[in-house]
Nanobody, 127 residues
Framework: QVQVVESGGGSVQAGGSLRLSCAAS????????MGWFRQAPGSEREGVAA????????YYADSVNGRFTISRDNAKNTVYLLINSLKPEDSAMYYC????????????????????WGQGTQVTVSS
């Protein structure tokens, strides 16, 4: 049984940092692209970052580029999202998901391409 579990969310003040973690069990994470998505109330789910199976390629949404850093430790079956310089507009539920790697391109942005999902971890940023 595949399980994807996010952790590390919380309530922080603007300008602060958080590191989200995503642990997967029941699947060889090293074979999957891992992505982070977020969804604020009333908004669509948005892909914010993704990392290739070996970790050599990373993608970021324009809205977070320079502030978010995705990384992975395949030995621990864990992927991370470091968020710096948090803004109130970063407040959302953050989800981790696994997808079969499709090579370079923009496919990583679409949640339809991801097979396994976690339940999410809430990030709330106050001004």
């Amino acid at each position: 049984q595949v399980q994807v579990v996010e952790s590390g969310g919380g309530s922080v003040q603007a300008g602060g940092s958080l590191r989200l973690s995503c642990a997967a069990s029941g699947l060889p994470m090293s074979n999957y692209c891992m992505g982070w998505f977020r969804q604020a109330p009333g908004s669509e789910r948005e892909g914010v970052a993704a990392i290739s199976p070996g970790g050599m390629t990373t993608y970021y949404a324009d809205s977070v580029n320079g502030r978010f850093t995705i990384s992975r430790d395949n030995a621990k079956n864990t992927v991370y999202l470091l968020i710096n310089s948090l803004k109130p507009e970063d407040s959302a539920m953050y989800y981790c998901a696994a997808a079969h790697w499709r090579g370079l391109g923009t496919w990583w942005r679409s949640e339809l391409n991801y097979r396994y999902w976690g339940q999410g971890t809430q990030v709330t940023v106050s001004s």
